[in-house]
Each structure stands twice: as structure tokens, then as C-alpha cells.
């Protein structure tokens, strides 16, 4: 007896002690995970102060918002997978706004309808910018069926969870290009959506899922049907960091850019044959700046039970050649431009007319220039030329 009793102690006393250990380490570990949340401040609604999920938020636009929602002094939790967004802008935010109950990073994804359902269970939010989306209309050419994933059943996981959790508030992230191509110019809101590629259709697909729910449930909702966005930050703490493998679908902006560092050779436009006045396409550029004022101008005027869209835009066209010559002038560099064939789902012509917004929610453009707004994102790219990755300094 004593002998099997000295025995079986320091076995059971080891157990025991493992135990603590393991879950000491579990404690530890969860504690460390990205969507642990030990401050109790994001599952509480708080009088006075409203906590807005923005989906998306380590991405160029997402991050630009996050950072504008901070500084207005909104509670933000940013929902992203990473799978295009940069952790680097989330540590940007975390720095700048490191107070208990101002910003928490989830890492998930929108895909997972348990996650997703999980996030808005132990999180009280008051409304939802949902910017997280696949979005390059290029790659929805190639690969429609990731596109109808990510942008339209990925809107209807948020729209379950939100009406599962009574979050009434949506600010949806939509495009022109659910407009397809127009016979008039500009487009307004009531300018029939045709889309023509699989982008456009999923965002499409997913306003309409949106329009319906919203019928019979007392939401407020705000869809933002934005047009090209560019610029970045004015005070260059964030920027444009699309993946390099991501370049050859890439925004014109990133591609001059490129062009200007020597990452590529130069420039290829595709298409200079178009019924425009110089041959090239014509866009409706806003800065990222003006864009993210639009969306905080939304969440103040959304109100239950009422819809509305909105274009963003200048309202002013420019053409690929004009683009060119601006970002050649701010960035300095000499850009080599090739004219090839046109590309396939490309517009000839796309402007907004802006009037219902800037009457209804008192919002107009007042930053974008496009010279001024390629300038303050050359000087992103420039100190950042491997995006959020290890800082560098341009030589030339
Ligand atoms: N950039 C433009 O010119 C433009 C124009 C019109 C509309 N939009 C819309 O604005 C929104 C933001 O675009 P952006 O240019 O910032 O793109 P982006 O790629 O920089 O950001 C999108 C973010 O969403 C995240 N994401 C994608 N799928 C996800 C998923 N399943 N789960 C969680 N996170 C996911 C990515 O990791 C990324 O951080 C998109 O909805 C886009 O369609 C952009």
C-alpha cells in the first residue's frame, strides 16, 4: 500500500501540474489570437459611442475608412482574411489608436457563415461598412465563380448574421461597374444597371439581395456606388498595397506607379481607338480621401427604415492619356506608354453625376485632383516600395 501509494503521488501531482501548465498555455494562446477579445468594451454598446465593423479594413479602402472612423472617434472591430488586405496598415491603425475599446483586428473570413455568426454574437455593433471584397474585373473574366463567392454570397453571410444579431445599419461598398456600359452619360442612380462581367454582376447580385431584406426589416441602409478611386492618405501613413501578383489585373494608378520605380517598363494602354476625344477610355477618378468622407457622411444620415444610393464621383471624366500625363508630372519619371488592343469588358466611357449626393448628404468631392492625389500616393510608393513589407528609400 505504501509502496504503490509513493508511487501513484508524484504521478498524480505530475497530472495535475500538466494540467495547469496546458491550460495556463491556452489561456496564453487565445489571449495572443488575433480575434481574442479581453477587452470586454467591443461587446457592450456604449451610449454615445458607435462601433462600426468594417469588413475589409486591411485593405486600401477598408484601412483608409478605419483610420477616418478613429479619428471621429467611432469603437471599430476590422473583419479581414488577409487575402489581399496588408496586415501592416492594421499595425499602422493599432499604433495610432492603441487605447482600450478603439480598434480590434479579427482575422477571419467572410466565408465562414459560423465565424462570421460567431464575431457579431460576442461583439456589439451598431452598423456594418462592408468593403471586404474580390475586386479587379479583369480576374472576374477569368475566374467568375470566386467573384459571385466573395462579393454576393459572402453580402448574404453578413445580411444573416445581421439580422440574426439586430444590427440594423449597413453601408454597403458598391461600383460603377454595375452600371455596365450606358448609352448616356452621366450616369446617375435611376441609369439602368446592366453589368457586363462577373464583378459587376456580384456586386449587382448582392445590391438586389440587399434592396429585398432591407424591404421587410427596419434597416438603414447606404449603397455607395463608387467610381475610380486613387490617392491615398495626405499625411502618408497608408497607402495602395495591392499583392504583386495581383499587378497584371491591376488599377491604373498602381500600374503608372510601377512604371515610375522601374518595376515595369512602362506603361500598356489598352485601347486607344475608343469614340472618346483622344481614342482612350474616359474614367471618373476620386481620392480615397473624398471617398471615405462620403461613406462617414452616410453612417451619420442612415436612418431605420430607409434606402438609398448614391454615386461617388467628381462627376468630370478624364481620359487614360490624361492620367498618364498627371503621373507623369507627379511623379517625375519619364513613362514609356505602349497603345495596344482594346481589352475585353473594358468601357469606352464612364463619368457620375454626383447630384444626389452632394443635395442629400451635403457631400462633394474636395480633394481629388488628380494630379495632387497622384502626388500624395507617389510619396507612399515611393518610402514603401514593398508595400507594408520592410520600409525603403528610393533612390531616384
Ligand atoms: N478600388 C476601387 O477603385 C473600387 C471601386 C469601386 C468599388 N470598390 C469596392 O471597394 C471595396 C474595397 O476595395 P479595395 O480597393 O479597398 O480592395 P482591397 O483588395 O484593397 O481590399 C479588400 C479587402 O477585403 C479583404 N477580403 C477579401 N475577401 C475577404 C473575405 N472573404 N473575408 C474577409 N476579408 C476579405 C481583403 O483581404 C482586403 O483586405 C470592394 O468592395 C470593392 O469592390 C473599389
Same mark, same amino acid.
Given at each position: 500500500?505504501?509502496?504503490?501509494?509513493?508511487?501513484?503521488?508524484?504521478?498524480?501531482?505530475?497530472?495535475?501540474?500538466?494540467?495547469?501548465?496546458?491550460?495556463?498555455?491556452?489561456?496564453?494562446?487565445?489571449?495572443?489570437?488575433?480575434?481574442?477579445?479581453?477587452?470586454?468594451?467591443?461587446?457592450?454598446?456604449?451610449?454615445?459611442?458607435?462601433?462600426?465593423?468594417?469588413?475589409?479594413?486591411?485593405?486600401?479602402?477598408?484601412?483608409?475608412?478605419?483610420?477616418?472612423?478613429?479619428?471621429?472617434?467611432?469603437?471599430?472591430?476590422?473583419?479581414?482574411?488577409?487575402?489581399?488586405?496588408?496586415?501592416?496598415?492594421?499595425?499602422?491603425?493599432?499604433?495610432?489608436?492603441?487605447?482600450?475599446?478603439?480598434?480590434?483586428?479579427?482575422?477571419?473570413?467572410?466565408?465562414?457563415?459560423?465565424?462570421?455568426?460567431?464575431?457579431?454574437?460576442?461583439?456589439?455593433?451598431?452598423?456594418?461598412?462592408?468593403?471586404?471584397a474580390?475586386?479587379?474585373?479583369?480576374?472576374?473574366?477569368?475566374?467568375?465563380l470566386?467573384y459571385y463567392h466573395n462579393i454576393t454570397a459572402n453580402t448574404l453571410v453578413?445580411?444573416?448574421?445581421?439580422?440574426?444579431?439586430?444590427?440594423?445599419?449597413?453601408?454597403?461598398?458598391?461600383?460603377?461597374?454595375?452600371?455596365?456600359?450606358?448609352?448616356?452619360?452621366?450616369?446617375?442612380?435611376?441609369?439602368?444597371?446592366?453589368?457586363?462581367?462577373p464583378?459587376?454582376k456580384a456586386k449587382k447580385m448582392a445590391e438586389d439581395i440587399i434592396?429585398?431584406?432591407?424591404?421587410?426589416?427596419?434597416?438603414?441602409?447606404?449603397?455607395?456606388?463608387?467610381?475610380?478611386?486613387?490617392?491615398?492618405?495626405?499625411?502618408?501613413?497608408?497607402?495602395?498595397?495591392?499583392?504583386?501578383?495581383?499587378?497584371?489585373?491591376?488599377?491604373?494608378?498602381?500600374?503608372?506607379?510601377?512604371? =515610375? /520605380?522601374?518595376?515595369?517598363?512602362?506603361? +500598356? &494602354?489598352?485601347?486607344?481607338?475608343?469614340? *472618346?476625344?483622344? @481614342?482612350?477610355? %474616359?474614367?471618373?477618378?476620386?481620392?480615397?480621401?473624398?471617398?471615405?468622407?462620403?461613406?462617414?457622411? =452616410? /453612417?451619420?444620415?442612415?436612418?431605420?427604415? +430607409? &434606402?438609398?444610393?448614391?454615386?461617388?464621383? *467628381?462627376?468630370? @471624366?478624364?481620359? %487614360?492619356?490624361?492620367?498618364?500625363?498627371?503621373?507623369?508630372?507627379?511623379?517625375?519619371?519619364?513613362?514609356?506608354?505602349?497603345?495596344?488592343?482594346?481589352?475585353?469588358?473594358?468601357?469606352?466611357?464612364?463619368?457620375?453625376?454626383?447630384?444626389?449626393?452632394?443635395?442629400?448628404?451635403?457631400?462633394?468631392?474636395?480633394?481629388?485632383?488628380?494630379?495632387?492625389?497622384?502626388?500624395?500616393?507617389?510619396?507612399?510608393?515611393?518610402?514603401?516600395?514593398?508595400?507594408?513589407?520592410?520600409?525603403?528609400?528610393?533612390?531616384?
Amino acid at each position: 500500500m505504501d509502496y504503490s501509494d509513493s508511487r501513484h503521488k508524484p504521478h498524480f501531482l505530475g497530472k495535475v501540474l500538466m494540467a495547469a501548465i496546458l491550460t495556463a498555455l491556452c489561456i496564453f494562446i487565445l489571449k495572443q489570437s488575433p480575434g481574442f477579445s479581453g477587452d470586454s468594451m467591443f461587446s457592450r454598446h456604449e451610449p454615445g459611442v458607435t462601433h462600426v465593423l468594417v469588413t475589409g479594413g486591411a485593405g486600401y479602402i477598408g484601412s483608409h475608412a478605419a483610420l477616418r472612423l478613429l479619428k471621429e472617434s467611432y469603437r471599430v472591430t476590422i473583419v479581414d482574411n488577409l487575402s489581399r488586405g496588408n496586415i501592416g496598415a492594421i499595425k499602422v491603425l493599432q499604433e495610432l489608436f492603441p487605447e482600450p475599446g478603439r480598434l480590434q483586428f479579427i482575422y477571419a473570413d467572410l466565408g465562414d457563415a459560423k465565424a462570421v455568426n460567431q464575431i457579431f454574437a460576442q461583439n456589439a455593433f451598431d452598423a456594418v461598412m462592408h468593403f471586404a471584397a474580390v475586386a479587379y474585373v479583369g480576374e472576374s473574366t477569368l475566374e467568375p465563380l470566386r467573384y459571385y463567392h466573395n462579393i454576393t454570397a459572402n453580402t448574404l453571410v453578413i445580411l444573416e448574421a445581421m439580422a440574426a444579431h439586430g444590427v440594423k445599419t449597413l453601408i454597403y461598398s458598391s461600383t460603377c461597374a454595375t452600371y455596365g456600359e450606358p448609352e448616356k452619360m452621366p450616369i446617375t442612380e435611376e441609369t439602368p444597371q446592366f453589368p457586363i462581367n462577373p464583378y459587376g454582376k456580384a456586386k449587382k447580385m448582392a445590391e438586389d439581395i440587399i434592396l429585398d431584406f432591407s424591404k421587410n426589416a427596419d434597416m438603414a441602409v447606404m449603397i455607395l456606388r463608387y467610381f475610380n478611386v486613387i490617392g491615398s492618405d495626405p499625411e502618408g501613413r497608408l497607402g495602395e498595397a495591392p499583392r504583386p501578383e495581383l499587378r497584371e489585373h491591376g488599377r491604373i494608378s498602381g500600374a503608372c506607379f510601377d512604371a =515610375a /520605380l522601374g518595376i515595369i517598363p512602362g506603361l +500598356k &494602354v489598352k485601347g486607344a481607338d475608343y469614340p *472618346t476625344a483622344d @481614342g482612350t477610355c %474616359v474614367r471618373d477618378y476620386i481620392d480615397v480621401t473624398d471617398l471615405v468622407d462620403a461613406h462617414v457622411k =452616410a /453612417l451619420d444620415m442612415a436612418r431605420p427604415n +430607409k &434606402v438609398s444610393i448614391y454615386n461617388v464621383g *467628381t462627376g468630370k @471624366g478624364r481620359s %487614360v492619356k490624361e492620367f498618364v500625363e498627371a503621373c507623369k508630372k507627379a511623379t517625375g519619371a519619364n513613362i514609356k506608354v505602349e497603345y495596344l488592343d482594346r481589352r475585353p469588358g473594358d468601357y469606352a466611357e464612364v463619368y457620375s453625376d454626383p447630384s444626389k449626393i452632394n443635395r442629400e448628404l451635403n457631400w462633394t468631392a474636395q480633394y481629388t485632383d488628380l494630379q495632387e492625389s497622384l502626388s500624395i500616393a507617389w510619396k507612399w510608393q515611393k518610402s514603401h516600395r514593398n508595400g507594408y513589407g520592410s520600409p525603403s528609400v528610393m533612390t531616384a
